[in-house]
């Protein structure tokens, strides 16, 4: 029996967490995986602060800073 872990940021809809379910699971039983009824799917969420693409969490990012505009405010 497979079982998914996904960690996804906070903020989907659960209609979006259940689409993403689903294509997981399909994926999974139409390449010969496993069965539909066999796959497991966990489901993390997570704070935006605490994931981040280099020194930028997402949370900054979506308020706008980036490393490029942080570096940049360090030379001044």
Same mark, same amino acid.
């Given at each position: 029996?497979?079982?998914?872990? #996904?960690?996804?940021?906070?903020?989907?809809?659960?209609?979006?967490?259940?689409s993403?379910?689903?294509?997981?699971?399909?994926?999974?039983?139409?390449?010969?995986?496993?069965?539909?009824?066999? #796959?497991?799917?966990l489901v993390?969420?997570?704070?935006t602060?605490?994931?981040?693409?280099?020194?930028?969490?997402?949370?900054?990012?979506?308020?706008?800073?980036t490393?490029d505009?942080?570096?940049?405010?360090?030379?001044?």
């Amino acid at each position: 029996m497979p079982v998914v872990q #996904v960690t996804l940021t906070h903020g989907r809809t659960p209609e979006t967490i259940r689409s993403m379910i689903s294509a997981i699971t399909r994926a999974l039983a139409d390449t010969g995986v496993a069965p539909e009824e066999n #796959v497991r799917v966990l489901v993390n969420e997570i704070p935006t602060e605490h994931f981040a693409a280099g020194d930028v969490t997402i949370a900054e990012r979506h308020a706008g800073r980036t490393a490029d505009t942080e570096s940049k405010e360090g030379q001044s």
